[in-house]
């Protein structure tokens, strides 16, 4: 598994689910829980802004050490009558992550949701899983993935994914925390 399959998979496909459950939750007016959600939220959003960036830089590493001329690089996809998935899958995706930076999309629900629910379609397609999905909904081809199977994948990233908000969260919070004590 390479670093664009894992962060498709663990972060971009898990923050799509994160983001509207964390919402919800807040909907749900637990008080003691508020202000855990936010930052929590708040981590995620910064992971999935940081792994944009990463599957954007990734994307260039590679093209610029597989280019053996243009006719043989994956550049050539940017031509024709398939670039529209390879634009929206390299250049859109990150693009749409980094929208997060503005406070319109990071502290707005809906706006955050919408977004949220956006990278997790667009995730969807490029990983195989909207695939796999829709080959256990009906279609007479069938799939090679059991129902039992895709749903331990999808639990196992959103875990790992889950892990991964709370270390950053931990971090975040003893940094501001010795932060706050050396201003006072």
Do not use: C
Not at 45 to 56: H, K, S
Not at 141 to 149: A, K, P
């Amino acid at each position: 598994m390479d670093l664009r399959s894992l962060l498709l998979e663990i972060v971009f496909i898990s923050f799509g689910i994160f983001i509207p459950l964390t919402a919800f939750l807040e909907l749900l007016r637990f008080p003691e829980f508020k202000e855990q959600m936010k930052s929590w939220t708040q981590s995620a959003i910064a992971i999935v802004r940081i792994a944009g960036m990463l599957y954007l830089l990734h994307w260039a590493a590679v093209e610029l050490i597989t280019f053996n001329g243009y006719e043989n690089s994956s550049l050539t996809r940017l031509e024709g009558e398939y670039w529209g998935p390879y634009v929206m899958g390299w250049f859109l995706l990150p693009a749409l992550m980094q929208l997060y930076w503005l406070k319109f999309w990071s502290q707005r629900k809906l706006p955050r949701i919408t977004l949220a629910f956006v990278i997790l379609f667009i995730s969807s397609l490029m990983s195989g899983l909207y695939f796999d999905i829709v080959m256990k909904l009906g279609s007479e081809y069938g799939s090679n993935i059991s129902n039992g199977q895709l749903l331990f994948d999808i639990l196992k990233n959103i875990i790992l994914f889950l892990i991964l908000v709370f270390v950053v969260n931990r971090l975040g919070l003893k940094k501001s925390k010795s932060l706050q004590s050396q201003i006072k």
